[in-house]
């Protein structure tokens, strides 16, 4: 299957400040990765589409100018949340979906702890 | 858009005994029901899926069967071992995904 890998694994950081997550396909070139956030004890929610050359699409309820996607290249998706608060302090994952099948790769996630 | 239900949120099973988790959806045109496992702080990994045109699936231990008039599919984990703790997440379609169940296998 697919390798992700997510950079960086934790993040402690000051409110006001911005993150960025980095979110690496590192045997696949993925014109499409996904973002989800999951907070403690719940499930995994969508939070964006990241495409590769174009605009994210962003799932209802989020803010796409508080969560900034960027999909420079075919290896490459970040994830910066910006002037982070308490609130936005989760577990960030990306995943990636090889085609022919609708099996996603998860990268082992971003735990992001805003002060 | 999709609401999926997982059920239960908390199980524990004595090693070697068989568990059961059950999710329910609601868009009949989902085809598509992967299972997770998830360990604390841990990446979801893929364990099994399921698609539409099949109504049974098994892999070693672990079966996953469906019901697309009823709209639920459930996971079966049999001769459990300690190593089956974890969180399970069922999914309808990539991106919509059950509220996990949290499966103690006690030795």
């Known amino acids: 299957g697919a390798v992700v890998s997510q950079h960086p694994s934790w993040v402690i950081c000051k409110s006001g400040t911005s993150v960025k997550i980095e979110c690496r396909s590192l045997d696949f070139q993925a014109t499409t990765m996904f973002w989800y956030r999951q907070f403690p004890k719940q499930s995994l929610m969508l939070m964006a589409t990241?495409?590769?050359?174009?605009?994210?699409?962003?799932e209802q309820g989020v803010e796409k100018d508080k969560f900034l996607i960027n999909h420079a290249s075919l290896t490459l998706s970040t994830l910066t949340v910006t002037s982070a608060h308490p609130e936005d302090s989760s577990f960030y994952i990306c995943s990636e979906r090889t085609s022919g099948n609708n099996e996603q790769f998860f990268g082992p996630g971003t735990r992001l702890t805003v002060l | 858009g999709e609401n999926v239900e997982q059920h239960p949120s908390t199980l524990s099973v004595q090693e070697g005994d068989s568990a059961v988790i059950k999710c329910t959806y609601s868009d009949s045109a989902s085809n598509y029901f992967p299972w997770y496992k998830q360990e604390l702080g841990k990446r979801p990994q893929l364990i099994i899926d399921?698609?539409?045109?099949?109504g049974e699936k098994k892999d070693q231990r672990i079966a996953v069967t469906l019901n697309k008039t009823a709209k639920h599919f459930s996971l079966h984990i049999t001769e459990t071992q300690p190593e089956d703790s974890a969180v399970y997440f069922c999914?309808?379609?990539?991106?919509?995904f059950g509220t996990g169940t949290s499966l103690t296998v006690i030795p």
């Open positions: 399921i698609r539409s045109n099949v």
């Open positions: 999914a309808a379609g990539q991106f919509y």
């Open positions: 990241s495409n590769e050359g174009s605009k994210a699409t962003y």
